[in-house]
């Protein structure tokens, strides 16, 4: 992939927002910043090398064709001589640019910029089955598609994603596997009386609208009573754990454009007991709230939508000691979590669901109670079978669940799989490296970037607590370009 295409897939994305940035200023920056050359060289770089990995033999077989499916095969396809390589993926636009759905959602992009052919980034000679896997067989080394198709495989990649399972929150309906399917049964609750969530590109597009529906009800808002946004977010590990609050921010940032931020309530509940997971991130994200005026309900799960009467209900949890009796009928000491209902009135709401593994994959006997592919969390080798590996959402592995794991991950499991294939330990690890553009406004970043380590790990010489526009052109500009033409490749 030659640089200049890389730049004029920028630029092309500069000129859709000459608001924010013209061309010309877009060249200048893009001249002068070591950030920017940074992207375009990532974008640019050669397919791995390893000495011995040219003449490995064996059959790989993917289990899903999304960004870190496809961009696994493209780069064993680039070390490989004479690969035999097969992706088995059923959804045709199956690498569109899931990160852009937020800024779907808030009406920066529109959903065409987002959609991406599964058939147009097929690496010559990789060969492609388009179904889905209703089996995994790991001890005889097999799949079955379909219900009848077996293929066999040396080395299997799972790369399934994540699944949306709305379902599990009550009055609520479906569980998504794919984006851009039709998506009919979530759609009877989520996009509808003001239920949104931007997870899926239906629900990406009708969360702009509905944050636009807010903003024309606030116009004729009248009274003392403030109009109440909800966004939730879950228990669990969720993909792009930063999209709730990314969506809130946004939110906000069109309230005040509008004119009518003083008539809405912004209220983020959240399961968990912190706005963010890394502390260096978390105190300016805390900042933040209180100077946007943001309300923040800690440890409340979301466990029932009302969509007649427009109500959501959280479990608002905590932990307790409880007396028990041991086995001699002893007292000990344990604690429980303990909940009760709470109920909140909305106009509008946000909800990031849970999420899991196919259950085909989950339930399999690689996958785990939590329903993740249960690896190493450094080689990304299965724990029970050492030809399975999984990169991506699927990877149980402490965090890591965005785009910029994943371009990590499948650079480890490539090297991996290929010395694996020629007889040899797998030495490449993975560092928990996570990257989260925690979008604050229309035009502002903050870049998080770190590891298992819960520290900043910044790629570049800025503060990475701060929101900055350069961090805002990097999202809007350069990461999808970097991701289709780079990361897809496998060169980046």
């Not at 690969?83 to 065409?112: K, N």
């Not at 040396?154 to 379902?167: K, M």
């Not at 454009?257 to 706005?275: I, Y």
Request: glycine share 8%; aromatic share 8%; charged share 25%.
């Amino acid at each position: 992939m030659k640089k200049n295409k890389i730049l004029e897939e920028i630029l092309n994305e500069v000129d859709k927002h000459p608001e924010v940035m013209s061309r010309r200023e877009a060249l200048k920056y893009l001249t002068v910043s070591p950030l920017a050359a940074s992207v375009l060289a990532s974008a640019t770089v050669g397919a791995a090398t390893a000495s011995a990995s040219a003449d490995v033999k064996g059959k790989i077989v993917i289990l899903g064709g999304g960004l870190a499916g496809m961009s696994t095969a493209a780069r064993l396809n680039n070390t490989i001589s004479d690969a035999d390589i097969t992706v088995i993926e059923p959804d045709p636009i199956s690498v569109s640019y899931q990160p852009g759905q937020t800024l779907v959602a808030s009406g920066v992009w529109e959903i065409d910029d987002i959609i991406y052919k599964r058939d147009d980034f097929v690496p010559s000679g990789v060969k492609l089955i388009k179904g889905s896997v209703t089996s995994i067989d790991p001890e005889n080394n097999k799949v079955i598609v379909d219900g009848s198709q077996e293929v066999t495989y040396d080395q299997l990649i799972v790369a399934a994603g994540a699944n949306l399972n709305y379902g599990a929150i009550k009055g609520l309906e479906g569980e998504i596997t794919s984006s851009g399917k039709d998506n009919a049964a979530t759609k009877k609750t989520i996009t509808q009386n003001g239920v949104h969530s931007l997870y899926f590109q239906d629900g990406a597009v009708a969360t702009w609208k509905g944050i636009q529906e807010l903003i024309n009800t606030a116009k004729a808002h009248k009274g003392p009573e403030k109009l109440q946004a909800l966004f939730s977010n879950p228990r669990g590990a969720i993909k792009c754990g930063g999209a709730p609050l990314k969506i809130m921010y946004l939110t906000h940032a069109r309230l005040v454009e509008a004119g009518v931020r003083d008539k809405v309530e912004l209220t983020f509940n959240t399961n968990n007991g912190a706005l963010f997971g890394i502390p260096d991130y978390n105190v300016p994200i805390v900042k933040q709230f209180e100077e946007r005026d943001f309300k923040v309900n800690y440890k409340h799960n979301l466990a029932e939508i009302d969509p007649a009467a427009k109500t959501a209900t959280f479990n608002k949890w905590k932990m307790e000691k409880k007396e028990f009796e041991d086995e001699m009928g002893e007292p000990i000491f344990k604690e429980v979590e303990v909940s009760e209902p709470v109920t909140f009135k909305y106009d509008f709401i946000h909800v990031a669901p849970p999420m899991k593994t196919p259950d085909v994959v989950g339930k399999s006997k690689i996958g785990s109670a939590g329903s993740w592919v249960t690896v190493n969390k450094e080689t990304l080798q299965s724990s029970f079978f050492p030809n399975v590996w999984a990169v991506g959402d699927c990877a149980g592995v402490p965090m890591g669940k965005t785009g910029g794991s994943a371009r990590k991950q499948y650079k480890v499991v490539v090297d991996n799989v290929i010395a694996a294939m020629g007889g040899k330990e797998p030495t490449a690890k993975y560092d928990g490296y996570t990257v989260c553009p925690l979008i604050t406004s229309i035009g502002t970043v903050m870049l998080a970037e770190f590891d298992w380590s819960k520290k900043p790990t910044p790629s570049f010489p800025l503060d990475p607590t701060k929101e900055r526009w350069i961090y805002w052109l990097l999202k809007v500009y350069m990461l999808k370009p970097m991701t289709i033409h780079g990361m897809l490749s496998g060169r980046a």
